[in-house]
């Protein structure tokens, strides 16, 4: 039994539409532990309140081991401003971090430009990381590989027209999230 730990993002509220609702689902029926937790106030998110509910949720398994993290969107930004802050306070398994937005369009959303400020690309994150994110996303029009994943040094998997990689986009169910949940070496592709 794993556990994982699934962080949602800017204006979630954890739709039984979205791939992480749908995951958490697959992942409990299979008899592991996950916690997905609504973050406090996700139309108006404070960034200390966020790493404090991250802190938190981070803690160790009943079965003692370390959880997996799979963060959507802003909770990308918000894993790695934790990671900055107090790496060893983030002593995970491995990461999988989907569709962030850029710094640029983080910046210019008066409710998250927090998350965006200081943001230190360079940091260096302990466990194995890997970034997900779609073609034509519009909160990240750059593309993240660019922003994220060379910078950070991660192993990035592209999603032709993923855009978002939201329900929005066509992720409700998301099959090869569950397949790389269970074996880290599987590729990341569309639905």
Not at 40 to 64: K, T
Not at 110 to 126: M, N, Q, S, T
Not at 159 to 186: I, K, M, Q, R, T
Request: proline letters at 10%; one cysteine or more.
């Amino acid at each position: 039994m794993n556990t994982y730990l699934i962080l949602h993002g800017y204006q979630n509220h954890r739709p039984a539409g979205h791939w992480q609702h749908w995951l958490a689902g697959q992942l409990a029926e299979r008899g592991h532990e996950v916690r997905y937790p609504q973050l406090p106030e996700p139309d108006a998110p404070v960034l200390e309140e966020w790493l404090a509910a991250l802190r938190e949720h981070l803690g160790r398994s009943a079965g003692g081991g370390r959880p997996v993290v799979l963060a959507h969107s802003l909770s990308v930004l918000l894993w790695l401003r934790a990671a900055a802050l107090a790496p060893d306070a983030v002593d995970v398994e491995r990461v999988l971090l989907v569709a962030p937005p850029s710094p640029a369009v983080t910046a210019s959303i008066p409710e998250i430009a927090a998350f965006a400020d200081g943001l230190d690309l360079g940091v260096r994150l302990k466990a194995p990381t890997r970034l997900v994110y779609g073609d034509g996303d519009p909160y990240c029009p750059e593309g993240a590989d660019g922003h994220y994943g060379v910078p950070l040094g991660l192993d990035s998997d592209r999603v032709p027209a993923g855009a978002h990689l939201n329900p929005d986009s066509g992720y409700g169910p998301w099959p090869a999230v569950l397949e790389w949940c269970e074996d880290p070496a599987v590729r990341l592709s569309a639905r």
